[in-house]
């Protein structure tokens, strides 16, 4: 079966650096997106990584290693507003988008 | 520019009703998206579109009907709602290039049945 692993819940210090892991087992493979989505709201577009290797954008980047099936979101200089869930999305061989179950970051002052 | 409208936010319905949710969407985008969003789990795609006039089936379609006769609209049918399908809702639509096919969603429905 096709399979996305994150973490449930992680907590950071506002100012702070987070990494959030994402592990993928799926039939194919044609990119990796990172979500985020606060409390109550839609899933916004973060990243998209198709080769292996980092990608920045201002605050936050996005790593991808295909070999091992694995990717990081890091967030840099944390603020109370990334308080929000992070959802990893794998695209299968079929076009098709695989969810994780999205990792709940909490930031503390 | 809305982006992607959902319409009704939040509904309760009583077990057996049927109810019609309407997701529009201004960007001329080909692909639309029905998913229901469940705690402790990931996004599950119910059903799908590539274009005006068609409709596919996703993950979780039982229990589901869509329809897509104009290209800025897709409609999401519950015939008979169960307590199952207690869940938030989200509609999404993408231009559909392969690849780098970004999803803009929706701002949610949330459904209760009793």
């Known amino acids: 079966g096709q399979n996305i692993d994150q973490p449930t819940e992680m907590t950071a210090t506002e100012g702070a650096i987070v990494q959030i892991n994402c592990t993928y087992q799926t039939s194919g493979f044609n990119g990796l997106f990172w979500y985020q989505q606060h409390a109550g709201e839609a899933p916004t577009f973060l990243s998209y990584?198709?080769l292996d290797g980092l990608e920045e954008k201002g605050r936050f980047s996005s790593f991808l290693s295909r070999s091992k099936g694995y990717s990081y979101l890091l967030l840099k200089e944390l603020q109370m507003k990334d308080s929000a869930s992070y959802l990893c999305?794998?695209?299968?061989?079929?076009?098709?988008?695989?969810w994780g179950a999205g990792t709940k970051l909490i930031i503390k002052p | 520019n809305a982006g992607v409208t959902q319409t009704p936010k939040f509904r309760v319905l009583k077990t057996g009703q049927s109810m019609t949710l309407l997701c529009a969407q201004d960007?001329?985008?080909?692909?639309m998206y029905w998913y229901r969003q469940d705690p402790g789990m990931g996004l599950r795609l119910i059903h799908y579109s590539v274009g005006e006039g068609t409709t596919a089936k996703g993950e979780v379609p039982d229990g589901y009907n869509v329809s897509r006769l104009k290209k800025q609209n897709f409609l999401l049918g519950l015939e008979s709602a169960a307590p199952s399908q207690t869940s938030v809702y989200f509609c999404?639509?993408?231009?559909?290039?392969?690849?780098?096919?970004?999803?803009?969603f929706g701002a949610g429905s949330r459904l209760t049945v009793l």
């Open positions: 999404a639509s993408s231009t559909g290039d392969s690849g780098a096919n970004v999803l803009t």
């Open positions: 999305a794998v695209l299968d061989s079929n076009y098709q988008l695989i």
């Open positions: 960007m001329n985008h080909e692909y």
């Open positions: 990584n198709v």
